[in-house]
């Protein structure tokens, strides 16, 4: 392997790598010594300097990897939440449960649900969809759930009364999914 | 006896009529049915003496065979107009919708398929293998270069040059099915191929062949084998699937 | 915004992107018309063509996406976690069948194939290289199956059209496969 194939496996090498591509994650692909790598990396470094190209290669963590630019983060934001959630359909249905009776209480929600939403409602706390909005004044003080700005942008809603009126329909077929 | 295989890895009565006819240069529009259902129910028989799991479709077929084949040694009616319909002509539309669907996947087997030799930043391919799960291990078989239907075909060839002076009673006493792979496993690891005959050496009586038959079917449906055969029906080889060394 | 950074920030989504990327997808976050945006990525398919580079844009299901260059398979294999998708020839044959006759029911696929088909439409189920698109309208109303985006992706394709005419021929001989 040249030198120039050498930089284009790096390059595949750092577009799959989902976590900073270390020195010893190449060397053990390839057989060049640490010396070679790190020299192709620095031209590679190099090429991807430009400003004006959307990504660079930043050295983080012991490793490598290609970040997008700050001067697109602008943008990119907004693709971002362009992604389709990935949420389970546990976690949509609590969603639409706190969406629809906020502020609600966990208590309320597994009311509703007939499982445990420990786990879940932790998950949609961390995803920010949804935040702890206070304690509810009753005897142990439970923790009160309601909905978040980011669920707003997610779902593509105005407000919260833009969510549609929920209809007791029960004749819906069931997909097979 | 109680070993029993299970053959899910066969693709069904269609596509082992389509090999035979295939094997034995046939044109489909004129299937010569006697010969071809012959042939099909020794395979059958084939399987059964074999103790496979036989699906209820290759019965059904069987039957349809049957059938064809006694309504083609009727005599033409002489009432009926002269444009009395083929008894083959549903099965070979059949036959031939399936090969025209048979030639799609080929065609897509050939395709430039991402996760193979090209890669995406995607999580396509990672979320693919994550759901390796226990039934995909059952569907996903090693089959890659082969058709099941080939390797019993080797089987038969086998099977047939064995030696007869036992009876068909077959006794698995002298040897189980489990010691068999073990055995075949230690050959695997010490060579990198082996040729498929090459199980077959040795005592060469009908139970030892029919055990190391099961033996590799078991094998194959554990994805711990891998078959290759380099051309249509050409020998065929056999290796471990770990210890496969690319290019 | 400049073509230059247009075509930056078209880099940085494609990198960001797990899926290819569309033209809508684009549009629907910068202010540009379909046809300044499809220039910009003609050219950064041009831009990205050399053949050293280590990946290329493909247009694909639809989109484009980054793909690395097959010269650099044999190394990329032994990265962890990357392993070829492993599909049977009943998987294969069955996909041939949705993707030519869909929408298409469980019980017209297992006409063609002579076998039962319930294993191989789960397991592609489960690898979302077909989903259900519905329930047919005749007695029993079975579900109608359709491939995926994720099918056109997975074996290279721009768009369902682009799969070959399957002709009705009979004289070529049988491969063994």
């Known amino acids: ?28 692909i390839i057989d060049k010594d640490k010396a070679t790598v790190k020299e192709a990396i620095n031209e590679l470094i190099v090429a991807y300097s430009d400003d004006e190209r959307g990504f660079y290669i930043e050295e983080v963590a012991g490793g490598y ?28 249905e609590t969603l639409a449960i706190i969406a629809y009776k906020q502020p609600v209480i966990r208590a309320e929600i597994e009311d509703v649900r007939g499982v445990d939403a420990g786990g879940v409602l932790r998950h949609l706390t961390g995803k920010k969809l949804i935040k702890v909005l206070g304690r509810k004044d009753v005897p142990g003080r439970p923790l009160v759930y309601g909905t978040t700005k980011e669920f707003l942008e997610l779902f593509n809603l105005k407000d919260i009364s833009s969510l549609p009126t929920l209809r007791d329909s029960v004749d819906e077929p069931e997909m097979g999914q | 006896m109680s070993y029993k295989v299970k053959l899910d890895i066969f693709h069904g009565p269609l596509d082992l009529l389509l090999h035979l006819i295939s094997k034995n240069e046939i044109d489909i529009y004129d299937i010569p049915v006697s010969i071809i259902t012959e ?51 549903d099965l070979v539309e059949r036959l031939l919708e399936y090969k025209k669907f048979k030639e799609g996947a080929v065609w897509l087997n050939g395709q430039d398929i991402l996760g193979q030799n090209t890669f995406a930043r995607s ?35 086998v099977f047939s040059k064995a030696s007869q ?36 050496i040795k005592p060469y009586d009908r139970s030892f062949v029919i055990i190391t038959f099961v033996a590799l079917l078991e094998l194959i449906r554990l994805s711990m084998i891998k078959v290759y055969q380099s051309m249509p029906f050409g020998k065929i080889l056999i290796m471990l699937r770990d210890v496969e060394t690319e290019q």
């Open chain 1, 1 to 28: 392997m040249n030198d120039v194939e050498l930089k284009g496996l790096l390059e595949a090498m750092l577009l799959l790598s989902h976590k900073p591509l270390t020195i010893d994650n190449i060397i053990k």
């Open chain 1, 65 to 92: 990897q290609f970040r997008t630019r700050e001067r697109y983060s602008f943008w990119l934001k907004k693709f971002e939440g362009l992604r389709p959630p990935r949420l389970s359909r546990a976690a949509l």
């Open chain 2, 39 to 89: 042939q099909y129910l020794e395979y059958l028989e084939l399987m059964r003496s074999l103790n496979l799991d036989i699906a209820g479709e290759f019965l059904v077929m069987a039957s349809t065979l049957m059938y064809i084949k006694s309504k083609m040694l009727l005599p033409p009616s002489e009432e009926a107009d002269e444009e009395e319909e083929d008894p083959r002509a």
């Open chain 2, 123 to 157: 999580a396509l391919i990672l979320d693919l293998e994550a759901k390796a799960d226990e039934r995909d291990k059952e569907e996903t078989l090693s089959l890659e270069n082969i058709s099941v239907i080939e390797l019993f075909e080797a089987f038969r060839t």
């Open chain 2, 165 to 200: 002076h036992k009876s068909m009673e077959i006794s698995f006493s002298k040897l189980s099915v489990a010691e068999r792979i073990q055995e075949v496993l230690e050959i695997l690891k010490e060579k990198n191929n082996v040729e498929f005959d090459d199980f077959f």
